[in-house]
């Protein structure tokens, strides 16, 4: 299993491009904003899919020591892309109620300089206990600068009205700090004390009240502010098994909005069936085992907590878009990775897909067996 992890990461990787591509095709036919053109959003996705490729290449070919130690350069340069959001002419503005989003030029093309900020707060984090050998068991020594890396980024995602990215970071912070070591009572208040702040912060934007009473009860509010996540229910059970059949699915006809980004899985339910459903999970659950597999057998503590806060990028932010459209979770407006239209998603995930591949080629792995011996225990390095 750790020698065939990296077979195990590109298979499932590959199976999840290619199911995205397949009902992107379905659903991108009543898309809004496509201009016309029913494989707006495919040509798009398969134009950066193309530089995903590039950038997994790039990371799997370069040491990933030297991007550990640019982690603070990238830090820097994502917290003023995201800065430059709220400007006139470069940012693009309020969309769905948050500012994400930077606009290149004249062109349709936008940006989430927040997908860069997530690469360095994890590769920040590395740097830290791995190159600057910082303290896990004491505070103001090794804990007091992650924390204030985690801060500042949330912070900013906060200032964006992206909540659900805030979430997301705070979590993967505290599963990088408790794998690097660090002592409970300093770690384990930080998911209540964050999940608090969010909480407090979305009582006071109208729009997250909305969501958060929608998702007490969706059924009750279907006709308004749940009407997402109570489309998202009607997809999946109208697939059945086996789906309505590819094409066929009716919720895409703009009665569940966004079904080609946040809420791209139930359309897989409806058209696909639990089966391809199922599937879909299956590959999450495969890469977030490789890659963990990946990570205990890296050469050096760096490598360990570089390749853990990649594969929880991706595979936590699959589980929180997961509990969203089934109603585990108020929206949050994160996409599926690999899967849902989004390029800066696209290519951030294939990014860490070729660190993990990197890893994998530096990776320490136990002696073969020796005739008539038994192999020696193997342990992770965490």
């Avoid at 997402?228 to 895409?252: I, T």
């Avoid at 699959?318 to 696209?346: C, D, E, H, Q, R």
């Amino acid at each position: 299993m750790s020698r065939n992890s990296a077979y195990i990461l590109f298979g499932s990787v590959l199976a999840l491009i290619s199911i995205g591509l397949v009902i992107l095709t379905s659903v991108s036919v009543f898309a809004p904003h496509n201009h016309g053109n029913p494989n707006y959003f495919v040509i798009r996705q398969a134009a950066f899919l193309g530089v995903g490729i590039l950038a997994c290449g790039v990371m799997a070919r370069w040491d990933y020591h030297h991007w550990v130690r640019f982690a603070w350069a990238g830090l820097i340069a994502a917290l003023l892309l995201m800065g430059a959001c709220f400007l006139p002419g470069i940012g693009a503005g309020k969309i769905n109620g948050a500012y994400r989003w930077l606009q290149l030029g004249f062109t349709q093309i936008r940006l989430q300089p927040v997908e860069l900020a997530k690469l360095a707060l994890v590769a920040s984090i590395a740097w830290w206990f791995g190159v600057k050998e910082g303290d896990p068991q004491k505070f103001v020594k090794g804990m007091l600068a992650p924390l204030g890396i985690m801060c500042a980024v949330v912070l900013m995602c906060v200032l964006q009205q992206d909540l659900g990215t805030s979430a997301l970071l705070i979590v993967i912070v505290f599963l990088m700090l408790f794998v690097a070591g660090a002592r409970m009572q300093y770690i384990a208040p930080l998911p209540v004390v964050g999940f608090l702040v969010i909480l407090f912060i979305a009582l006071t934007i109208p729009q997250r009240v909305q969501r958060l009473t929608a998702f007490l009860d969706p059924e009750a509010h279907k006709n308004d502010s749940g009407g997402q996540v109570w489309n998202a229910l009607v997809a999946f059970g109208s697939g059945g098994m086996s789906g309505l059949g590819l094409g066929e699915g009716v919720q895409k006809m703009r009665y569940l909005p966004e079904a080609h980004t946040d809420f791209i899985f139930p359309n897989i339910g409806e058209e696909l069936g639990l089966i391809v459903t199922l599937s879909v999970v299956l590959c999450f659950l495969l890469l977030a085992l490789s890659g963990g597999c990946i990570s205990c057998h890296a050469p050096d503590s760096s490598g360990v907590l570089l390749g853990v806060g990649a594969t929880a990028l991706i595979c936590l932010q699959a589980a929180m878009n997961m509990a969203v459209v089934t109603s585990l979770m108020p929206p949050k407006g994160i996409g599926l990775p690999f899967i849902s239209y989004g390029g800066s998603n696209l290519v951030l995930c294939l990014a860490l897909v070729g660190i993990l591949f990197n890893i994998h080629s530096q990776a320490i792995f136990e002696k073969k067996k020796s005739r008539g011996c038994l192999p020696p225990v193997v342990t992770a390095r965490m």
